[in-house]
């Protein structure tokens, strides 16, 4: 019963560490990296303050994702491996299928520059990749990766 509650923790506060992190990474990306290739394309996105209106919709985004990239990690996670490279290979491999493929999928029929294009699925993929290792640590926290005695990854023990 105490495992399960850890196991709990242990996966609530991943998900909010996770939401966070893409939110604060998202900021980096979108405002400080892109942001002079954004302004460039301007005329792709809402007016600002429509924007803003329903950032509410973003929130919950990040959170849902959070959730669904850490339940997919843990659900994936193979005992006695060290849990941070296995959530930089995680992110990396969901980066690649993101913001890759999916870059490369919508390139035909969206109005974005090449540059806006390529900078996007490069920084998605470095983002996603950090977001797997948050992950991986968040779930080796407590324990060394060299550590066995761990049950799957998923609970303290």
């Known amino acids: 019963m105490g495992e399960d509650k850890c196991c709990i923790k242990k996966c609530v506060i991943s998900i909010v560490v996770v ?17 002079g290739m954004v302004m460039e394309n301007m005329n792709l996105w809402r007016p600002m303050d429509v924007a803003q209106s329903k950032m509410w919709v973003a929130y919950i985004g990040y959170i849902l994702f959070a959730w669904v990239f850490t339940w997919i990690y843990y659900k994936g996670y ?13 992110g990396a491999m969901v980066g690649l299928l993101v913001w890759g493929a999916g870059n490369m999928l919508q390139y035909p ?11 996007s699925a ?22 060394k990766c060299d550590d066995k005695s ?4 998923r609970c303290c023990s």
Not at 19 to 35: C, E, K
Not at 122 to 143: H, K, P, R, S
Not at 150 to 153: L, N, S
């Open 78 to 90: 193979e005992c006695g491996k060290c849990p941070k490279m296995q959530g930089l290979k995680y």
């Open 19 to 35: 939401a966070v992190a893409y939110f604060l990474l998202d900021m980096l990306v979108w405002h400080v990296i892109l942001g």
């Open 109 to 119: 029929f969206s109005n974005m520059t090449d540059n806006l294009y390529i900078g």
């Open 122 to 143: 490069l920084c998605g993929i470095v983002e996603y990749t950090i977001l797997g290792f948050v992950t991986g640590f968040m779930c080796c926290m407590g324990q």
């Open 150 to 153: 761990d049950k799957g990854g």
